[in-house]
């Protein structure tokens, strides 16, 4: 990618934190996502890493020449080169959920002397869509100070907005990784399972449900490993439902991201209680449904946020018969589903047109 600018005497920079485990595909999507909107925004791209293996980098698709930092040994120079960074560098925080607990008191204080720094020296400081969790005082409230003193705070649901005082919500990161046409509709004969392993394995009626609902609409079943920590759960789910179970094992996560998003492209229906797969699922043109015990507000909240509701159903709420229903009318959204994430990577693809146009009106 071009930079945005000739070189000057002394060369522009943008840093941006990436780190995150190599075990979860969605984390690596977001964080290689964001990655995008840094590259070409400055002579020199900064990636901070943390502890990630070297999988991670490739998962990540960084541009050739950029500057890797590894480890926790290497923070220090991470905050020497925001420091020392010429006028006008680019920062880039990590996109996805931020933690707010007690615990992070020190790092949202860091982060603000981070911001301050890059925004004194006439840069622009972006904190790509985000959600908020476990918020507590006074790490919100610092979270929140240096929000509102980055030119770009963007949220992925209206409540974390609402925690940290700010207003911009729009859609996940995730999807700006590329809509795909997958296999036409009428010809799709999957119904694709990816359930979380920390949770309760659902009950006979959830299974029978399932079971009843593939045979009827002609489709196979198959369970896929998104996080490397539900590949159990993945498997127990395949002997329950009768389905095919396709384990991630030892493919390297690049190749295991490609196969999966094969199997999306060829399922009528995913269903899952993790909010990248169902990104994902959506960007390969199949119904998204988060149908399980108890759901947490995240993919709700998350999927609003781009004009689709009534994603998710309580199966505890609901008879065997209720969610072979639910499962119907979810596959007849599918034309509603295509346009609202078309809508959305529209969005984000405008949100890094601006992102690009602010650097260079600052160092015009």
């Given at each position: 990618m071009t930079p945005l600018l000739p070189s000057a005497q002394r060369p522009t920079r943008t840093l941006i934190s990436a780190t995150g485990p190599a075990g979860n595909i969605g984390d690596a999507l977001i964080r290689r996502e964001a990655v995008r909107w840094a590259a070409g925004t400055s002579d020199e791209l900064v990636v901070y890493v943390g502890e990630a293996p070297d999988t991670w980098l490739r998962q990540l698709g960084l541009p050739t020449g950029t500057r890797v930092l590894r480890s926790k040994r290497s923070v220090a120079k991470w905050l020497w080169l925001i420091a020392t960074a010429?006028?006008?560098?680019v920062l880039v925080f990590e996109s996805g959920e931020i933690p707010l607990d007690r615990g992070n008191v020190l790092r949202e204080?860091?982060?603000l002397a981070e911001t301050v720094l890059v925004r004194l020296k006439g840069g622009v400081v972006v904190r790509p869509p985000r959600g908020i969790r476990a918020p507590t005082q006074p790490a919100t409230a610092l979270h929140s100070l240096a929000a509102r003193l980055s030119?770009?705070?963007l949220w992925r649901d209206a409540a974390s907005a609402a925690l940290a005082g700010g207003s911009r919500v729009v859609p996940d990161i995730g999807f700006a990784a590329g809509i795909r046409p997958g296999t036409?509709?009428?010809d799709r004969r999957d119904l694709v399972v990816s359930l979380r392993g920390t949770r309760p394995m659902p009950n006979e009626d959830w299974c029978g449900a399932v079971r009843a609902f593939a045979a009827s609409e002609g489709l196979r079943i198959r369970t896929v490993v998104q996080v490397r920590e539900d590949e159990t759960r993945a498997r127990e789910l395949a002997d329950a439902l009768v389905g095919t179970f396709e384990p991630w094992g030892d493919t390297d996560p690049v190749t295991h991201e490609a196969r999966l998003r094969e199997r999306y492209d060829d399922a009528r229906l995913v269903i899952s209680d993790r909010m990248h797969v169902l990104v994902l699922a959506a960007l390969s043109g199949a119904a998204p449904l988060e149908l399980v015990p108890a759901p947490t507000h995240k993919v709700t909240a998350a999927f609003a946020t781009i004009g689709l509701t009534d994603l998710t159903a309580d199966a505890a709420m609901l008879t065997a018969a209720d969610m072979q229903e639910r499962m119907q009318r979810q596959i007849d959204r599918a034309d509603e589903v295509t346009e609202k994430v078309?809508?959305?990577?529209?969005?984000?693809?405008a949100i890094d047109g601006e992102i690009r146009a602010a650097i260079r009106k600052v160092r015009a």
């Open positions: 010429p006028r006008h560098p204080l860091v982060f030119q770009f705070a036409p509709r009428e078309a809508g959305a990577a529209a969005e984000l693809a």
